[in-house]
């Protein structure tokens, strides 16, 4: 399984993931379709399955422009079907979404948005996370308590520490700052902060991230309660 990231729109990234095998091409959250057509044309790949982890429409917008050129069926959180146009395949907890030769499993990773899900492929040890965790960081709750994103945080911790996550934007330079603010004494976070600044310098991507690497370095992730958890998105949420 290849996975190529296509920057798009202002810090996104939308996700190709492509199966040699069988030449299967699925995209995940496209926010603006051309971007992902264009991405997929460029490697001679045609997108046949659209995998959407929630409703923003940074991740959706583009949804109707990928299935009028090519028809892919698109899968996503049955919980947010009313909120974006164009799902055919609605998932809950547990579903499980062949992803070519691959098996994606549906978990409900609340708290960004209520309805968010991450597609697991355990085998590939791929984990498709969305705006739920990022690298050094995680999304802001925009509908979610505290506890349901701790929960969520501490599921995705679950996966063995070699399992890739990739999320949707690139917001590590940011959200490594804050970790060497809130960690000062952390040596693993003040070295992926001047690892992260040099890849950003020169215009390299931060992701794909591990769990291992997050477990190490992110204070969302190490949280030891949904209480310490709340204090931590509240402050990010008001550092500059
Ligand atoms: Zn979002």
């Known amino acids: 399984m290849e996975l190529v990231a296509l920057p798009a729109l202002s810090d996104n990234y939308i ?30 790949w045609t997108i046949d399955q659209v995998l959407i982890t929630h409703w923003h429409p940074d991740h959706t917008a ?26 055919d395949h609605g998932l809950r907890e547990g579903d499980q979404v062949e992803v070519g030769t691959a098996v994606a499993e549906v978990w409900e990773v609340p708290g960004h948005t209520l309805g968010h899900i991450a597609f697991i492929l355990h085998e590939q040890q791929i984990a498709l996370v969305g705006d739920t965790l990022f690298a050094m960081g995680c999304g802001r709750l925009f509908e979610g308590t505290p506890e349901q994103m701790h929960g969520s ?15 949707a ?18 040596s ?31 204070p969302f992730m190490r949280a030891g309660s949904a209480g310490e958890f709340a204090s931590l998105r509240q402050a990010k949420d008001s550092y500059r």
């Open 169 to 186: 934007h690139e917001y590590t330079v940011s959200n490594a700052r804050f970790a060497a603010h809130v960690q000062p004494d952390n």
């Open 153 to 167: 945080l501490q599921r995705l911790a679950t996966l063995p520490g070699e399992t890739l996550a990739y999320p």
């Open 188 to 218: 693993a976070v003040t070295a992926r902060l001047r690892h992260v600044e040099q890849l950003r310098e020169g215009g390299a991507i931060t992701l794909p991230t591990s769990i291992a690497e997050e477990l190490a370095t992110n």
């Open 15 to 44: 996700w190709l993931l492509h199966d040699g095998e069988t030449g299967h091409t699925a995209v995940v959250d496209p926010g603006d379709g051309d971007a992902a057509l264009r991405g997929a044309a460029e490697r001679g």
């Open 62 to 87: 583009g949804i109707p422009r990928v299935v009028e050129a090519t028809g892919a069926p698109v899968w996503g959180p049955e919980d947010e079907r009313s909120r974006f146009a164009g799902l």
